[in-house]
């Protein structure tokens, strides 16, 4: 099974843009479909961005849909959140994470990044 790590994150202002990685661990990178979540202060952990196995195919929440980007190079065995026109309720800590294809359940999770959106 895969290891992930985060980076990528820090403090930035409105408007303004970020890219986060998730390195992965392995050679087995590609048998996993991937996501990223996030979870703000006092809130739940939510959905973000999945992306397929292949990178053909993309979901994001609404929240961000527009100003985020997923994708990943299978080659580098890393995933990529691309996030644009950032707001303060972006803020939170941002977590990548891995599912087998064909299972609904994320079941390998990084340790999270800082993200930061000031006003």
């Known amino acids: 099974q895969v290891e992930l790590v985060e980076s990528g994150g820090g403090l930035v202002q409105a408007g303004d843009s970020l890219r986060l990685s998730c390195a992965a661990s392995?050679?087995?990178?590609?048998?996993?479909?991937m996501g990223w979540f996030r979870q703000a202060p006092g809130k739940e952990r939510e959905f973000v961005a999945g992306?397929?196995?292949?990178?053909?195919?993309?979901n994001y929440a609404d929240s961000v849909k527009g100003r985020f980007t997923i994708s990943r190079d299978n080659a580098k065995n890393t995933e990529y959140l691309q996030m644009n026109s950032l707001k303060p309720e972006d803020t939170a800590v941002y977590y990548c994470?891995?599912?087998?294809?064909?299972?609904?359940?994320?079941?390998?999770w990084g340790q999270g990044t800082q993200v930061t959106v000031s006003a």
């Open positions: 994470a891995a599912r087998r294809v064909g299972s609904p359940v994320y079941v390998v």
């Open positions: 992306i397929n196995w292949s990178g053909g195919s993309t």
């Open positions: 392995g050679r087995t990178f590609s048998s996993y479909n």
